[in-house]
Every structure is written in structure tokens, then in C-alpha cells.
């Protein structure tokens, strides 16, 4: 099952993720690091618990933004951690392709508000946008530039989506 869209998206705050540099536009995860959340999928009506968990070692961009653009938009602050599970579910295709790392593998862990544990359940691009969107919104309290992201992601996303940042 896809879900293409989500409304009321409720996420458990998380500490800042930690990682060091490899290059001057890469870095790696320190430690696993899991998003826990609620959201409402828009096409059943169901209340879904979630829970992603991104392994240790995983190498990101911390946040794709073309060279030209870098003066108004900054990789580092408040945005790490909804760039960070928005890249780890661009990468996987919302979930859809397991990323195997440490003999472990990661998947979309859902389950309907009745415990009832959902498999084969992964995100469209737009949710994972919708995602990234919302977790910006509650950290930097600034809805108009998480919006002028969702705008961007949704326009230029299409180009990433499935592509790992190596």
C-alpha cells in the first residue's frame, strides 16, 4: 500500500542529529537516529503511529541546495532534522527500497491506531515532501520558508527521488 497523502501530521520532537563531515558537501550520521510521529492518511481515513529509524553511518548532504541559492538558504541549523528523514526517505522511495547497513535493515515501521502492524506500506514523493514540510515547520517556526521549500521539493524532487547522495 502507497500513501499518497497525509494531513495532521503529529512528530515527537528529536534532538538536533549528530554527525561529522566527510567532505565539504557530505557527512555521516553518528548513532541511529528514529522519528516517531501520528498522521492521518487522507485516503482511508485511518490514524497511523509511525516510526523511522535511520542507521548509523548514513551519508547525507544534510540539505540539497543548488550552489546558486546557498547565500539564502543555509545547510546547517533547524532544518538538519527534517532534511535528514526527508533525504533517508528520498533515498529509500518513501520507505519502498530497504536500505541494508551494520547486518541491520531499515524499513517504514506503521501501525494503525488499533496496534494492527501494517508491511509492504511506504510513502509517496509527496508525502515524504508533505513530511519534510511539516517537521521544518514545527522546528523553525517559520511556515513561509518551509513552504517556499515544499514548492521547490515538489517542483524540482522528481529528480532525486530514488537517488542516494553518492
Avoid at 497525509?6 to 541511529?32: A, W
Avoid at 518513501?94 to 508491511?119: H, P, Q, S
Avoid at 508525502?127 to 521547490?152: G, L
Amino acid at each position: 500500500m502507497i500513501i499518497k497523502n497525509i494531513s495532521g501530521l503529529i512528530f515527537h520532537t528529536q534532538p538536533q542529529p549528530v554527525c561529522k563531515p566527510i567532505s565539504n558537501e557530505l557527512f555521516t550520521l553518528i548513532g541511529n537516529h528514529s522519528y516517531t510521529g501520528l498522521f492521518k492518511n487522507k485516503q482511508d481515513k485511518s490514524f497511523y503511529f509511525f516510526k523511522i529509524t535511520i542507521p548509523n553511518g548514513y551519508k547525507w548532504d544534510k540539505r540539497t541546495i543548488p550552489k546558486i541559492f546557498r547565500c539564502l538558504r543555509s545547510k546547517d541549523g533547524l532544518v538538519e532534522l527534517s532534511a535528514l528523514l526527508h533525504d533517508f526517505l528520498y533515498e529509500t522511495k518513501g520507505g519502498k527500497n530497504i536500505i541494508f547497513g551494520e547486518l541491520k535493515f531499515y524499513r517504514l515501521d506503521l501501525e494503525l491506531l488499533k496496534k494492527t502492524r501494517l508491511f509492504n506500506v511506504y510513502f509517496s514523493r509527496k508525502v515524504c515532501d508533505q513530511i519534510y514540510r511539516e517537521i521544518y515547520k514545527v522546528m523553525d517556526k517559520k511556515n513561509n520558508t518551509a513552504n517556499q521549500d515544499y514548492f521547490w521539493l515538489r517542483l524540482f524532487g522528481r529528480f532525486y527521488w530514488g537517488r542516494g547522495v553518492l
